[in-house]
């Protein structure tokens, strides 16, 4: 249905980066349903556990720190319509942490986990291959709190709520049970390339 | 299990009143519409004759019992879609819009009290949707609304509150200013900060329920003000506006 009226005016990002519904944004803003958690480094630590939450490997932050880094230049995509271009970020893949303990993985769902209680369901096969990462530096400077720090999944092939701020681990699951978001109405994977924001889409 | 898709509805605009110079109310009539939740909000989509098409979340003022939804936007000047709906839109026009959306930030008579609403400017739209929610179900759930405005002409509901607080049936509305405020006026003339939520909301005791709504800087220092007043992080809930963010 044609808009009466209505005229972009903004210049238009290259469709072959930028998904339907989004607009290019050079700031960064911030989404989170509560307050900022801020857990002491020393405190801190990443989990992997299995379908029990049982642990089967742990990293404290200077074992993370200490682990294989990966440093990436992608495009990020926010379900609220924001895009932004050739963001660094410097973490630890999956792969990497998946090597690093011995394991194989046991499902194919996992469920990442973190500070203020927040949870998101993603396939095992969105976060192989170098696709999801454990970031902990943006644009080569300490990941901020607000941000998602001192932590964050990182998997930008989805849209941006996938990659949880302040993320604690990753828990192996059977099934694919959503996580916070998507059971508040947003879509279990979201692709941002299908237009995946809400569940249904 | 697979959920239907939220489907777009075409939306007629009934009217369009300014609230201030830069914010607007375009009240809607979007049939085929399913109730909202206060707090929730919808995505327009306008599409230009070229096929270009550009789509914002706008947080819906109006309560689940009114007919038809209210949106109340505020004019960005970079902002396409906003620019157009405060601009160019008409009483009469149709505009696309898909909703209601977004099941965390929201509120009903149901989830109790009391309540402490702290909105940054036009972060005030989704929790007015609470206010008037309260009202129409004629509720007397403690509700205390702070709101942070630049100035006083950009006030958005002052008299509407003004109506609802002399009720005299647990709502409190406190307004602050933060950049100069006009001869007489008594209020708060500085941004929120730890004295005023002291001083204003239900403290950490009584256990309320918090919503707290604007530009990010101002969410972020007041939820972590809030938490450092003993209030439970899992009672506060936040919806931040990015600088070009949600709500543009």
Redesign the interface.
């Known amino acids: 249905m044609i808009t009466r009226g209505f005229k972009s005016t903004r210049l238009r990002g290259d469709p072959s980066r930028v998904p339907p519904g989004q607009y290019v944004t050079n700031d960064f803003p911030v989404l989170s349903a509560g307050p900022t958690p801020r857990t002491p480094l020393d405190a801190w630590s990443f989990g992997l556990r299995d379908v029990h939450e049982n642990e089967l490997a742990t990293w404290r932050w200077k074992d993370l720190l200490a682990l294989p880094s990966s440093t990436v230049t992608v495009d990020i995509h926010c379900v609220t319509k924001w895009s932004k271009l050739d963001t660094q970020w410097k973490g630890v893949t999956i792969d990497a942490l998946l090597e690093a303990a011995g394991l194989a993985p046991p499902t194919p769902y996992l469920t990442a986990f973190c500070d203020g209680g927040y949870t998101t369901n993603l396939a095992l096969e969105d976060l192989l291959d170098g696709r999801g990462l454990v970031a902990y530096e943006y644009d080569g400077a300490p990941i901020e709190p607000e941000h998602g720090g001192p932590a964050r999944l990182l998997v930008p092939h989805l849209y941006f709520w996938k990659s949880s701020k302040w993320v604690r681990g990753l828990a192996f699951m059977e099934d694919n049970e959503p996580g916070f978001w998507e059971t508040h109405g947003y879509h279990l994977r979201g692709d941002p390339w299908k237009e995946e924001r809400y569940a249904g889409d | 299990m697979?959920?239907?898709?939220?489907r777009w509805l075409?939306a007629e605009v009934l009217q369009i009143a300014a609230e201030t110079p830069r914010v607007k109310t375009i009240r809607l009539a979007v049939p085929g519409w399913r109730k909202h939740l206060p707090g929730q909000h919808v995505?327009v989509?306008?599409?230009?004759?070229?096929g270009?098409?550009?789509?914002?979340?706008y947080s819906i003022a109006s309560p689940p019992e009114e007919d038809g939804i209210a949106l109340t936007v505020e004019r960005l000047e970079?902002g396409?879609v906003s620019?157009?709906l405060t601009g160019?839109?008409r009483a009469g026009?149709?505009?696309?819009l898909r909703g209601p959306?977004?099941?965390?930030?929201t509120w009903t008579v149901e989830r109790g009290g009391p309540l402490a609403l702290v909105a940054g400017g036009s972060g005030v739209v989704p929790l007015m949707a609470m206010v008037r929610h309260r009202a129409a179900q004629a509720s007397h759930i403690p509700m205390h609304l702070l709101c942070s405005w630049r100035s006083a002409d950009d006030v958005i509901y002052r008299d509407e509150l003004a109506l609802l607080a002399a009720r005299g049936d647990g709502l409190d509305v406190t307004h602050t200013l933060t950049r100069g405020a006009p001869a007489g006026w008594r209020g708060y003339t500085r941004r929120i900060d730890r004295e005023m939520l002291l001083e204003i909301l239900t403290g950490p005791d009584a256990r309320p329920i918090a919503y707290v709504c604007g530009p990010?800087p101002m969410v972020?220092s007041t939820?972590?003000l809030?938490?450092s007043l003993g209030h439970a992080?899992?009672r506060?809930?936040?919806e931040?506006f990015?600088?070009?963010?949600?709500g543009s």
Do not use: K
């Not at chain 2, 989509?45 to 070229?50: G, I, M, V």
């Not at chain 2, 270009?52 to 979340?57: D, E, L, P, T």
């Not at chain 2, 959306?101 to 930030?105: K, Q, S």
């Open positions: 697979r959920a239907s898709p939220i075409s995505d989509r306008l599409t230009a004759e070229d270009y098409q550009a789509q914002r979340s970079d396409e620019t157009f160019e839109l026009d149709q505009i696309e959306l977004g099941g965390y930030f990010t972020e939820a972590t809030l938490v992080p899992e506060i809930w936040t931040r990015g600088p070009t963010g949600g």
